[in-house]
């Protein structure tokens, strides 16, 4: 099946999106921040002083009324941004034809669908039953909910 591996892709972009709040990434859709961007002052170092003014950088940018709060709107028109950010760069990244379409052989392989496949398929059967996917939901949420990433439903 050409697409086997795109369903366990998207089941983990899911997750991402859904574990992932508008302010955890960086300014550039999740690319990682320079050290001479947290070091401000140019010093060689990086304080508790650089590292907060930062991250409230980050949260002014989001709060566009400036009310000192973060509403649902502001956090998804935050992360709204990131993904736009995100797009436009993999479509410069994989579109190799320049067409502005991104067809099935410039898609990137997902790194770890396969193994990801093989930890669902729990009795190794080369499918995934309904079963086999509710379990794995629940233990990506487990995994979720003990690193401190907000609360399942039935809390």
Same mark, same amino acid.
Request: proline share 3%; net charge negative.
């Given at each position: 099946?050409?697409?086997?591996?795109?369903?366990?892709?998207?089941?983990?972009?899911?997750?991402?999106?859904t574990a992932t709040s508008a302010l955890a990434m960086g300014p550039r859709g999740g690319?990682?921040?320079? $050290?001479?961007?947290? =070091?401000? #002052? /140019?010093? @060689?170092?990086? *304080?508790?002083? +650089? %590292?907060? &003014?930062?991250?409230?950088? !980050? $949260?002014?940018?989001? =709060?566009? #009324? /400036?009310? @000192?709060?973060? *509403?649902?709107? +502001? %956090?998804? &028109?935050?992360?709204?941004? !990131?993904?736009?950010?995100?797009?436009?760069?993999?479509?410069?990244?994989?579109?190799?034809?320049?067409?502005?379409?991104?067809?099935?052989?410039?898609?990137?392989?997902?790194?770890?669908?396969?193994?990801?496949?093989?930890?669902?398929?729990?009795?190794?059967?080369?499918?995934?039953?309904?079963?086999?996917?509710?379990?794995?939901?629940?233990?990506?949420?487990?995994?979720?909910?003990?690193?401190?990433?907000?609360?399942?439903?039935?809390?």
């Amino acid at each position: 099946m050409k697409h086997a591996s795109l369903i366990p892709a998207l089941v983990l972009a899911a997750a991402w999106v859904t574990a992932t709040s508008a302010l955890a990434m960086g300014p550039r859709g999740g690319q990682d921040v320079t $050290f001479q961007e947290l =070091d401000a #002052d /140019g010093d @060689g170092e990086v *304080s508790k002083a +650089e %590292m907060e &003014a930062h991250r409230m950088a !980050r $949260f002014d940018k989001a =709060d566009t #009324d /400036g009310d @000192g709060k973060l *509403s649902v709107d +502001e %956090m998804q &028109a935050a992360a709204q941004e !990131r993904a736009n950010q995100m797009v436009s760069a993999m479509f410069e990244r994989h579109d190799a034809d320049k067409d502005g379409f991104l067809a099935d052989d410039e898609l990137p392989s997902p790194r770890r669908a396969g193994k990801f496949f093989d930890r669902m398929d729990a009795d190794g059967n080369g499918a995934i039953s309904a079963e086999e996917f509710a379990d794995a939901q629940e233990r990506m949420q487990k995994r979720h909910k003990k690193r401190g990433h907000g609360q399942t439903e039935d809390n």
